[in-house]
Nanobody, 123 residues
């Protein structure tokens, strides 16, 4: 069973930065588009952004455009989420997920998930 592993969450002040990492051991990584999602208390899981199998195409939800950047290293089976200019509304548990072939904004389309990492942004 494939298990994705996120790391890099923590507490940061508004305006600060964090970089989340997601490792995908055992996954045929190049066959999967990768997505990042987040879930705040009492809210549904929200799509943050995704990256294509090659890494040439990225997609972001409007609220993070210009602040967040997704990248991947297919040789290392990792995907990164660089988060800059963080705001309190970014506070959530962040998840990475793998979807066979294409980026999708729908959580139900994803085949594998990580356990999540907490990001807390203080004002």
């Amino acid at each position: 069973q494939v298990q994705l592993v996120e790391s890099g969450g923590g507490l940061v002040q508004a305006g600060g930065s964090l970089r989340l990492s997601c490792a995908a051991p055992g996954l045929t990584f190049g066959n999967y588009a990768m997505g990042w999602f987040r879930q705040a208390p009492g809210k549904e899981r929200e799509y943050v952004g995704g990256i294509s199998r090659s890494g040439r195409v990225t997609d972001y939800v409007e609220s993070v455009k210009g602040r967040f950047t997704i990248s991947r290293d297919n040789a290392e089976n990792t995907v990164l989420l660089q988060m800059n200019s963080l705001i309190p509304e970014d506070t959530a548990v962040y998840f990475c997920a793998a979807n066979y072939m294409v980026i999708s904004t729908a959580p139900r389309d994803y085949d594998y998930w990580g356990q999540g990492t907490q990001v807390t942004v203080s004002s």
